[in-house]
């Protein structure tokens, strides 16, 4: 099992800007998806961007027009730029990553916490 490792979170003011990062600490082959998602306290956790190998991306509605997900392929590295911050974004923002190499593979990080105060 591969732990991805995420950095960048912090505390930011209402309107500010995080970049999160995400890496695999090791070679992972035919990654089809890079995920974010994020869970606020009492609440399920939620989808906030992927992209697929190809570079298709998808959003949740809450994040559509401030958030852009990216990936650098060649670094198995994906990133969640974060603008316009809001305290609603508060959370553990977890990145994910999914594939298939000989058996079908579904790997987290450990999370990292952005606090965007009012």
């Known amino acids: 099992q591969v732990q991805l490792v995420e950095s960048g979170g912090g505390l930011v003011q209402a309107g500010g800007s995080l970049r999160l990062s995400c890496a695999a600490p090791?070679?992972?082959?035919?990654?089809?998806?890079m995920n974010w998602y994020r869970q606020a306290p009492g609440k399920e956790r939620e989808l906030v961007a992927g992209?697929?190998?190809?570079?298709?991306?998808n959003y949740g509605d809450s994040v559509k027009g401030r958030f852009t997900i990216s990936r650098d392929n060649a670094k198995n590295t994906v990133y969640l730029q974060m603008n316009s911050l809001k305290p609603e974004d508060t959370g553990v923002y977890y990145c994910?990553?999914?594939?298939?190499?000989?058996?079908?593979?579904?790997?987290w990080g450990q999370g990292t916490q952005v606090t965007v105060s009012s």
């Open positions: 994910n990553m999914v594939g298939r190499w000989f058996k079908a593979y579904d790997y």
């Open positions: 090791v070679n992972i082959f035919n990654i089809n998806a």
């Open positions: 992209i697929t190998s190809g570079g298709s991306t």
